[in-house]
């Protein structure tokens, strides 16, 4: 049933809208009713997750759509290698529930807060040389459109609308259900261990091809990094012992960083100094475990992001670029920088279509002013054919986006056929995708 709204605040606090009214359908009958009521009185419609995007992607002063009541697993087909599931159904719980069935994911990202509709939407990704986003592991979804209808797309049914409806920013209509490639479980070995930056850009070629999964984690005003590599394995199982856990995923990596921050925050003049403590802190460890267990991990200190999808024959050079950038400037950054990689892959608005892609986010502590950061960084990585994600933060617009993927103006024609009258429009998707 519809409902006053009060204020909806994203994970971040950075986007704060009041919708005319929220809406949470218990089935497509219900969303369906809500999204013909909702273009009758001239109100526009945007579902939303559990808000861990940083940009105003799925903000809205009309409808508010929340996801609570469509969840859960539809049908696992072990057969066919796929688990269909309903779209605000949270990650963590998919993945507790395919591990049950002795299943997972191929791959994923470092969180696992979000729902999948709204982690597809946004193109989440992990990190892999072979296995890519969750958008490019999704073999089938279910779409209601402005005009009520639900469209199933495949590679089978309507081939071109599942191209870009796979990451389809909430612009087509609204995802209701999804079917995602899975294979039988498997046990990934973890080998974190501290890295010179300059040892990670010189290796870095090699770490990448050597590596299923390899990520970093550079700390700007010092040379210190924390490298990850992720790779199958064949056993036994050696999980993160319970203390060590504790200590270093909660006490270290989120309570001794969460002060650090506030100290950082409040005197900036800090922050060289607490960086390297900072580096530092985080000794090398090697486990093995199930693979939601080992690619994601508490993220419980609350920031700000924005991150870009370079060629990945760039990164080493953006990566020097962003350090002798900050070292000049002046600038005071108390989060480290993060560095992934992705094959390319065919989804129309995917940031890694059609070229191997490296991604670099760049994080500040929440509250902290990141305009001058993140405008520098976002020019620096815009002079390198840079593609921002698209649930963080950055200021591009459809001019800039047209010419960074080759399928824009496909994705836009779609949508001009799909919601002409603009109902799933909102102020972020005017300026990404224009009116």
Wanted: aromatic fraction near 8%; include cysteine.
């Amino acid at each position: 049933m519809p409902k006053n709204s009060g204020a909806w605040r994203n994970w971040a606090e950075n986007v704060v809208v009041r919708p005319a009214r929220e809406v949470t359908p218990a089935s497509v009958e219900e969303l369906r009713e809500a999204v013909a009521a909702a273009a009758a009185d001239g109100l526009r419609v945007k579902a939303v997750g559990t808000g861990h995007s940083f940009t105003a992607a799925a903000a809205t002063d009309g409808v508010l759509v929340r996801p609570e009541l469509l969840t859960g697993i539809r049908e696992i087909d072990p057969a066919a290698g796929t688990v269909t599931v309903l779209a605000g159904t949270p990650l963590k719980r998919l993945n507790r529930a395919l591990a049950r069935e002795g299943l997972s994911l191929a791959n994923m990202g470092d969180i696992e807060e979000q729902t999948v509709a709204g982690a597809v939407a946004t193109g989440t990704h992990g990190t892999g040389r072979e296995t890519a986003s969750l958008a490019a592991q999704v073999r089938a979804l279910e779409l209601l459109t402005a005009d009520g209808e639900l469209l199933r797309c495949s590679p089978e049914e309507n081939p071109e609308l599942f191209a870009a409806a796979r990451l389809g920013l909430g612009a087509l209509g609204i995802v209701t259900a999804l079917t995602f490639a899975v294979e039988p479980l498997f046990l990934l070995t973890a080998r974190e261990e501290p890295m010179s930056l300059e040892r990670v850009t010189a290796e870095f070629d090699q770490l990448h091809a050597e590596n299923e999964h390899f990520e970093f984690y550079w700390f700007p005003h010092t040379g210190n990094c924390n490298t990850k590599r992720n790779n199958r394995s064949a056993g036994p199982a050696a999980p993160v012992g319970r203390v060590r856990g504790l200590l270093e995923d909660e006490v270290l990596s989120n309570g001794a960083f969460q002060l650090v921050n506030s100290l950082g925050r409040a005197v900036p003049a800090t922050i060289p100094p607490l960086a390297r403590f900072s580096s530092t802190v985080l000794s090398a460890r090697t486990y093995t475990d199930i693979p939601h267990k080992v690619f994601t991990s508490p993220r419980r200190v609350r920031f700000i992001e924005m991150e870009y999808a370079l060629p990945r024959a760039a990164l080493v050079e953006v990566v020097r670029e962003l350090r002798a950038l900050i070292e000049r400037s002046g600038l005071r950054v108390s989060f480290p920088v993060e560095v992934r990689t992705a094959p390319a892959d065919e989804v129309w608005l995917s940031t890694a279509a059609g070229r191997e892609t490296a991604y670099l986010a760049v994080h500040l502590y929440r509250g902290t002013a990141h305009q001058a950061y993140f405008g520098a960084a976002e020019r620096l990585f815009t002079a390198h054919g840079g593609r921002p994600h698209w649930g963080k933060i950055h200021t591009r617009s459809a001019e800039y986006l047209a010419a960074a993927y080759p399928h824009f103006g496909d994705f836009r024609a779609l949508r001009d056929r799909l919601d002409p009258g603009r109902l799933f429009q909102n102020d972020y998707l005017r300026r990404v995708l224009g009116d």
